[in-house]
């Protein structure tokens, strides 16, 4: 079967109504999509109040219109990398280059965190809008502007699902309402990062066990589903140990001054 055939098939089975059926009654499915949705949250949350800078020039009434656009945007990204990438993911070299940039996200996150680099090269994107502005006017240069951030954005997120699971529906369903809830609840994820600001370090954690999840497949290794979640559970748990360990720690320190 040729490629092409091959994407063709992905792309078919987003009409079955069989594989809807199986995904929304099992519950394993529900809890990749759930895991697949807080991944994206974590990671995402700032993201949504980049894009909100980038519409702020526009007058009210055209900011939610720019963002909708952008929304839409990014979901016809993500039905096209997952139609693509669902045949690409089977390909042994496309798992080890796809776990080795994961790995490298999460290792460069932490080499950062240790140099205490605070870059904020995510508004980068906002120094072209003046170019996309002469070239699409402003409203549409602006569309135009936060359809490519959304891209960016989305690149990350559609790889790490993939080193969760394979499963068209699953991809499809964590992407979209991971990306609804990226922007609904934006604040939400800010703020509980904001309080619990391990939890960030956590999402990278989850990034690179994701890697050698996906790493582990070309060996023909498969972590089971319940391993998995086991493994997001003990994370989490060791996630808020940490931080009332840290808050008693501060405690202490106040106190002793």
Same mark, same amino acid.
């Given at each position: 079967?040729?490629?092409?055939?091959?994407?063709?098939?992905?792309?078919?089975?987003?009409?079955?109504?069989?594989?809807?059926?199986?995904?929304?009654?099992?519950?394993?499915?529900?809890?990749? *999509?759930?895991?697949?949705?807080? #991944?994206?949250? @974590?990671?995402?949350?700032?993201?949504?109040? &980049?894009? +909100? !800078?980038?519409?702020?020039?526009?007058?009210?009434?055209?900011?939610?219109?720019?963002?909708?656009?952008?929304?839409?945007?990014?979901?016809?990204?993500?039905?096209?990398?997952?139609?693509?990438?669902?045949?690409?993911?089977?390909?042994?070299?496309?798992?080890?280059?796809?776990?080795?940039?994961?790995?490298?996200?999460?290792?460069?996150?932490?080499?950062?965190?240790?140099?205490?680099?605070?870059?904020?090269?995510?508004?980068?994107? *906002?120094?072209?809008?003046?170019? #996309?502005?002469? @070239?699409?006017?402003?409203?549409?240069?602006? &569309?135009? +502007? !936060?359809?490519?951030?959304?891209?960016?954005?989305?690149?990350?997120?559609?790889?790490?699902?993939?080193?969760?699971?394979?499963?068209?529906?699953?991809?499809?369903?964590?992407?979209?309402?991971?990306?609804?809830?990226?922007?609904?609840?934006?604040?939400?994820?800010?703020?509980?990062?904001?309080?619990?600001?391990?939890?960030?370090?956590?999402?990278?954690?989850?990034?690179?066990?994701?890697?050698?999840?996906?790493?582990?497949?070309?060996?023909?290794?498969?972590?089971?589903?319940?391993?998995?979640?086991?493994?997001?559970?003990?994370?989490?748990? +060791?996630?808020?140990?940490?931080?009332?360990?840290?808050?008693?720690?501060?405690?202490?320190?106040?106190?002793?001054?």
């Amino acid at each position: 079967m040729s490629v092409f055939q091959h994407i063709l098939e992905t792309y078919s089975q987003f009409f079955n109504w069989e594989m809807w059926g199986e995904v929304l009654s099992d519950p394993v499915s529900w809890g990749l *999509i759930g895991t697949l949705i807080i #991944l994206e949250g @974590l990671l995402s949350a700032d993201n949504a109040l &980049v894009l +909100a !800078v980038m519409v702020k020039h526009l007058p009210p009434e055209k900011r939610k219109k720019a963002l909708f656009y952008g929304l839409l945007g990014a979901y016809a990204f993500r039905f096209i990398a997952i139609g693509i990438g669902v045949y690409l993911i089977k390909l042994w070299w496309v798992k080890v280059l796809g776990a080795g940039y994961l790995a490298w996200l999460s290792i460069k996150y932490f080499i950062d965190k240790r140099k205490g680099s605070e870059e904020e090269e995510q508004t980068e994107g *906002i120094n072209q809008k003046g170019l #996309l502005m002469r @070239l699409f006017g402003t409203f549409w240069g602006t &569309v135009v +502007a !936060v359809e490519l951030m959304d891209i960016a954005f989305s690149v990350d997120s559609v790889l790490a699902a993939f080193g969760v699971s394979e499963k068209v529906w699953v991809l499809f369903l964590g992407g979209i309402l991971g990306v609804l809830m990226m922007r609904g609840v934006a604040g939400v994820f800010l703020t509980l990062i904001d309080r619990v600001p391990e939890l960030e370090t956590t999402a990278y954690i989850l990034i690179l066990i994701i890697a050698i999840k996906m790493l582990l497949t070309v060996f023909h290794i498969e972590m089971s589903h319940i391993t998995f979640f086991i493994i997001l559970l003990l994370t989490f748990g +060791a996630t808020f140990i940490v931080h009332f360990q840290n808050k008693k720690k501060e405690g202490s320190r106040e106190n002793n001054s």
